[in-house]
């Protein structure tokens, strides 16, 4: 079976990273934050997940040409980094006493990116 490897680490790594992110959400911000802010905090989470997925499935996939794997995995990456991380960052604001301004911009970017992802 023909595989890109470099995606399918990439994918493991940041689905590794998911679920680290994901319990952080669930357990260590129960106590510190509210719950609209969980709630949004959990679709970062879910959002990345799903591209993770994706990913594995991209890395894995002998029928989509190694051109095409190569933008849709750094759509998706970028657009995870982007989304996902924008709405950690806007999430935990009042813990890291941030300026979110910057992430508020970077979430509907990484949104398109995403879009894109799927489009290509």
């Known amino acids: 079976m023909n595989f890109n490897k470099k995606i399918t680490v990439l994918a493991a790594v940041m689905g590794a ?11 260590g911000l129960k106590e510190i934050v509210s719950e609209k802010t969980i709630t949004s905090f959990e679709t970062g989470v879910r ?4 591209h993770v997925i994706l990913l594995l499935i991209i890395g894995f996939s002998g029928f989509i040409d190694q051109k095409t794997q190569k933008w849709v995995s750094r759509f998706f990456v970028f657009g995870i ?5 924008s709405i950690y960052f806007i999430a935990l604001k009042d813990i890291f006493l941030i300026n979110t ?4 911009i970077a979430t509907p970017i ?3 990116l ?3 992802g799927w489009l290509r």
């Open 17 to 27: 990273l998911t679920v680290i992110i994901g319990a952080f959400g669930a357990h």
């Open 47 to 50: 959002y990345q997940m799903f």
């Open 81 to 85: 980094l982007l989304f996902s991380g």
């Open 101 to 104: 301004k910057i992430f508020i």
């Open 110 to 112: 990484g949104g398109l």
């Open 114 to 116: 995403l879009i894109a």
